[in-house]
C-alpha cells in the first residue's frame, strides 16, 4: 500500500480557477505572486480590448507563472448553440488564448457552470481535458472525471466560512485531505470592495511546507500520470511507466518515481 504524494513529498495542494479577464485580474494576479500562489484564468478571447476586460497584448506577461485556460470566445451558454458553434466557440478560444500567451491550452472553465455529456465529448476531441464547474463540494479531493472538476468553494465561501481553510489546513487524522480549489471572478472584489478579505485568505494559504502551489493543469497531468502507477499484487512494489516523477509515501518513507522504477 502507499499514499500518493504531490511534488517534492507535500501532502496537500492548493490552486485558484478565476473566469471572465476583466481588468480586476490585474490587481487579483499581483496578490496571488504576492503570497505565492497559483491560480488558472479562464479567458474570453472575444472579450479583450475592450472597456472593463484587459487587453490582448498583455495576456503571456499578466498571466505568466499562472495557466490561460478557455472560458469561450463570447461566453455563451455551451447547450444554447449548435454544435459547429460549440466547436467554433471552444476551437477558436484556443487557438487565440495559445497565440496569445504561449502556453498549450488544455483546459477550461464553463460559462455558466453549464455542461453535460455531450458537450463534454465534443470538448475532449477538441484538446481540452478538464473543465470546471461552479457546484461547491466544500471537500478537498480530486475528481472522479476532470471534465466535470467540482471545485471546493467560491471564494466569498471560503472567507465567510473560515472553516473550509482551517479543517484543510488542520485537519482531523482520519481526513487526509488532498485539494483546497477555490474559484471565482475577480471582478467580484470590486463589486463587494473586499480585497482585504482575499488578501486575508491568501496570507492564511500562503507559506505552507505541505503545501503544493499549483494551476488546474499541472494538478490535471500530475494526476493522471499518478494513476498509471503499477502495484505488485503483493503491495512490495510501485513501477512508475511514466516520464513523470511522482512522489509517494510507502512504509513510512517519502520516495519519488522517476521513470520506470
Not at 470538448?123 to 481540452?128: D, I, M
Request: overall charge negative.
Amino acid at each position: 500500500m502507499y499514499r500518493l504524494l504531490f511534488p517534492g513529498g507535500k501532502e496537500k495542494a492548493v490552486t485558484f480557477s478565476y473566469d471572465d479577464n476583466t481588468i480586476h485580474d490585474r490587481r487579483l494576479v499581483e496578490m496571488l505572486n504576492r503570497y505565492g500562489l497559483k491560480g488558472t484564468f479562464n479567458l474570453n478571447s472575444g472579450r479583450m480590448d475592450v472597456e472593463g476586460y484587459i487587453g490582448s497584448g498583455e495576456v503571456a506577461e499578466l498571466y505568466q507563472g499562472h495557466e490561460v485556460a478557455c472560458h469561450g470566445v463570447r461566453h455563451l451558454f455551451p447547450n444554447q448553440i449548435s454544435d459547429g458553434e460549440l466547436v467554433r466557440e471552444y476551437w477558436d478560444d484556443r487557438l487565440a488564448l495559445e497565440k496569445l500567451s504561449g502556453q498549450i491550452v488544455t483546459g477550461l472553465a464553463y460559462p455558466f457552470g453549464v455542461q453535460n455529456a455531450h458537450i463534454r465529448e465534443a470538448l475532449k476531441l477538441l484538446g481540452l481535458h478538464y473543465g470546471r464547474t461552479v457546484e461547491s463540494t466544500r471537500s478537498y479531493f480530486f475528481p472522479d472525471d476532470f471534465l466535470v472538476w467540482n471545485p471546493t468553494c467560491h471564494h466569498q465561501e471560503a472567507i465567510d466560512d473560515p472553516l473550509i481553510v482551517d479543517t484543510f489546513l488542520n485537519p482531523p487524522a482520519y481526513m487526509q485531505p488532498q485539494l483546497l480549489y477555490i474559484w471565482g471572478h475577480s471582478y467580484e472584489f470590486a463589486g463587494r470592495d473586499n480585497w482585504e478579505e482575499m488578501e486575508a485568505l491568501c496570507q492564511k494559504l500562503s507559506g505552507h511546507e505541505e503545501i503544493w502551489y499549483a494551476t488546474n493543469g499541472e494538478l490535471y497531468r500530475y494526476k493522471t500520470a499518478a494513476g498509471q502507477l503499477m502495484e505488485s499484487a503483493d503491495g512490495a512494489r510501485v513501477e512508475n511507466p511514466t516520464g513523470v516523477p511522482i512522489w509517494i509515501l510507502k512504509d513510512g518513507e517519502v520516495q519519488v518515481l522517476r521513470g520506470t522504477e
